[in-house]
């Protein structure tokens, strides 16, 4: 069974970083696409950031790019996403997520492309 976690949530005022960061402790995160979404209260889950397994290519939302960094380390023990320049609006809780295996096409965005995904980790930005 795939185990992630998420680390790095917490509560900042507008403007602040945050970094957060998806690991399996029991093993590597492998050759699988990675991806981050979140959840604000009352809302669907929305995409927010992916990666190529190869850590080579990403995708963001609009609505995140420019202020928002996917990585994945040489290790591929862990992906992390840097946030900056945080607004109200990037308030929720954060999940990353395992999605399609050596997969080389477009990047898969729907929360029904990842197949496992960690527990969450609350954000909250204020004014």
């Known amino acids: 069974q795939v185990y992630l976690v998420e680390s790095g949530g917490g509560e900042v005022q507008a403007g602040d970083s945050l970094r957060l960061s998806c690991e399996n402790p029991r093993r590597t995160l492998g050759r699988f696409v990675m991806g981050w979404f979140r959840q604000a209260p009352g809302k669907e889950k929305e995409f927010v950031a992916v990666i190529s397994w190869s850590g080579t290519s990403t995708d963001m939302d609009d609505s995140v790019r420019g202020r928002f960094i996917v990585s994945r380390d040489k290790s591929n023990n862990t992906v992390t996403l840097e946030m900056n320049n945080l607004i109200p609006k990037d308030t929720g809780v954060y999940f990353c997520?395992?999605?399609?295996?050596?997969?080389?096409?477009?990047?898969?965005?729907?929360?029904?492309?990842?197949?496992?995904w960690g527990q969450g980790t609350q954000v909250t930005v204020s004014m």
């Open positions: 997520a395992r999605g399609p295996h050596r997969y080389c096409g477009s990047h898969p965005l729907d929360p029904g492309d990842f197949s496992a």
